[in-house]
């Protein structure tokens, strides 16, 4: 079946930066808008970014806007997540997800597919 990796999360001091990267296997990757969500413990799991099938556009949740970059290969296939500027509210479980359709999307209801989560700790 479809799986989604995330790998690349650890601790990290206020400021700093961390790269994440989700490998799919299984996933025609390049026909997925892919996405990144985050979620800590009580709360919803909250969109952070998604990139399209091409990579030619991206979309930012407002909190992450110009310190956050996602970007994809998809002949590895693989999605990043360039975080920098680290905050301790950027603590949380990370997630990768795929969403078989065309445009950008920021609700979850729409991603078909999940990774299993890599956790992003900042301290102050």
């Known amino acids: 079946q479809v799986q989604l990796v995330e790998s690349g999360g650890g601790l990290v001091q206020a400021g700093g930066s961390l790269t994440l990267s989700c490998a799919a296997s299984?996933?025609?990757?390049?026909?997925?808008?892919m996405g990144w969500f985050r979620q800590v413990p009580g709360k919803v799991r909250e969109f952070v970014g998604c990139?399209?099938?091409?990579?030619?556009?991206?979309y930012y949740a407002d909190s992450v806007k110009g310190r956050f970059t996602i970007s994809r290969d998809n002949a590895k296939p693989t999605m990043y997540l360039q975080m920098n500027n680290l905050k301790p509210e950027d603590t949380a479980v990370y997630y990768c997800?795929?969403?078989?359709?065309?445009?950008?999307?920021?609700?979850?209801?729409?991603?078909?597919?999940w990774g299993q989560g890599t956790q992003v700790t900042v301290s102050s």
């Open positions: 990139i399209s099938w091409s990579g030619g556009s991206t």
């Open positions: 299984r996933l025609t990757f390049r026909s997925y808008v």
């Open positions: 997800a795929a969403a078989e359709r065309v445009g950008l999307t920021t609700f979850r209801a729409e991603y078909n597919y």
